[in-house]
């Protein structure tokens, strides 16, 4: 019967397609990972959330393809596609049955999307009504595999509120919400590819007495108050940039143009992606990667925060003259560029996701690869990089100069997600021999 209410949604999908302007795109796996984003968007999900929500639906949509091409190891799902089943079909039902799930209130907007995306693919002249049919109920069945096993990784139930301390150097709730520690769940979650969450722990933050938490604390002092005089313009708007968005849909972004645009650049040779470009799997590959990766960076951040359970910058500075180091000086009055998110300072969780997704998309790509950045809240608003690296570091500087972390955060955050990034491309969605 939901075999039959698919088909039949290619009725709808005929008028709907021939309402809707054509688009460049490379795939229907690119195309259902914008439908992802939007639905984060739509949906008012948080930075860490997302990080699960990206890796459930990629890791659906590559299993599903790779359970009929069976070419590399699986995320989950062992390979069952039927022979002849289309792996189009597989992908968009495998992304629609994980987004359905996750966002059960778009189902209606989903329900259209998945309409149109039938009807294309039945317009192709190499598929077969057959090969339709058993790939979405192979689909169907990779995300249904994909939603169990996540079922039980310890995001739900969330434990009880998570408050900090009132010791010198411990993380409390920060205003203007004065809200609980966000996510401490992800702390012990369980990963997708690494062995554990405490795997890449980081080495800590600097000692309060030392010279590199004095160097830290002062550059952010300067560069983060809301009324710094140092601070430029561009350096405002890239703060308000990297914190408006999620890194999920930031980067998903770039991966998707990226698989668009086809080739990496001329003069980098350490870029992947090639000839593969045009391959609905070798697609669906570099985002089960990218989002594998962002996810278990995140775990990876939030362990180490809920470990050293560090206090953030609109904490330490009012509170200066408790620290022991005379080369830091207390300022009652200070305030950061915006509010500081609700967790622990180190290390930073956009710097770690960030060094995960920037580790696995040069691997492909090339590190000198130049792209553009938008953002889905700052509408109109561009970065604009020369090289994967050069995003990083404004990604770390963003953070410091909305006051909201210490440079030892970022610097440590983004190794520890390069590492991350590291063990997961070596470890996950091997080629079978």
């Known amino acids: 019967m939901r075999l039959l209410k698919r088909l039949s949604a290619l009725v709808f999908g005929l008028a709907m397609l021939l309402l809707v302007p054509s688009i460049a795109r490379a795939d229907d796996v690119t195309d259902w990972n914008q439908h992802m984003l939007r639905a984060g968007t739509v949906g008012g999900t948080t930075a860490l959330v997302m990080s699960r929500v990206a890796a459930i639906v990629q890791a659906s949509v590559f299993d599903a393809v790779n359970g009929i091409d069976r070419k590399y190891t699986p995320v989950h799902v062992p390979p069952g596609g039927p022979a002849g089943a289309s792996r189009r079909a597989a992908a968009v039902e495998a992304a629609y049955t994980a987004l359905v799930a996750l966002y059960p209130t778009q189902k209606s907007t989903f329900d259209a999307r998945l309409a149109v995306s039938l009807t294309a693919i039945a317009s192709d002249r190499h598929e077969t009504s057959g090969g339709i049919a058993s790939g979405i109920a192979w689909g169907q069945t990779a995300a249904n595999g994909i939603l169990s096993w996540r079922a039980t990784d310890g995001f739900t139930p969330a434990p009880p509120p998570f408050l900090g301390g009132t010791a010198v150097g411990e993380w409390r709730p920060t205003p203007p919400g004065l809200l609980p520690g966000a996510g401490p769940q992800f702390a012990y979650m369980t990963p997708w590819v690494i062995g554990a969450p405490s795997q890449f722990r980081p080495g800590g933050p600097p000692g309060l007495t030392s010279a590199r938490y004095a160097a830290d604390f002062n550059e952010t002092k300067t560069m983060g108050s809301i009324s710094s005089p140092i601070r430029t313009a561009d350096e405002t708007i890239y703060s308000w940039f990297w914190s408006a968005s999620t890194a999920a849909y930031l980067w998903n972004h770039v991966a998707d143009s ?70 830091t000086i207390a300022d009652p009055s200070w305030m ?49 990089f020369r090289s994967f690296s050069q995003a990083l570091d404004e990604v770390k500087n963003a953070r410091i100069f909305a006051g909201i972390h210490f440079r030892s955060a970022c610097d440590d955050g983004q190794a520890t997600g390069v590492q991350v990034a590291n063990y997961v491309l070596n470890n996950a969605l091997l080629p079978v021999h």
């Open 258 to 327: 990226l698989i668009e645009q086809g080739d990496r650049d001329e003069d980098d040779d350490s870029g992947r992606w090639g000839e593969r470009r045009n391959s609905l799997l070798d697609s669906a590959r570099v985002l089960a990667l990218l989002d594998l990766a962002m996810a278990d960076a995140a775990i990876a951040c939030w362990e180490a925060k809920y470990h050293y359970v560090f206090w953030r910058p609109v904490t330490a500075i009012p509170l200066a003259d408790t620290d022991g180091n005379p080369a």
């Open 336 to 384: 950061p560029l915006f509010a500081t998110p609700a967790h622990p300072e180190y290390p930073s969780g956009h710097s770690t996701v960030s060094g995960a997704a920037a580790m696995v998309l040069a691997s492909f790509f090339g590190e000198k690869r130049h792209f553009t950045m938008d953002n889905d809240l700052l509408i109109g608003v561009t970065r604009s």
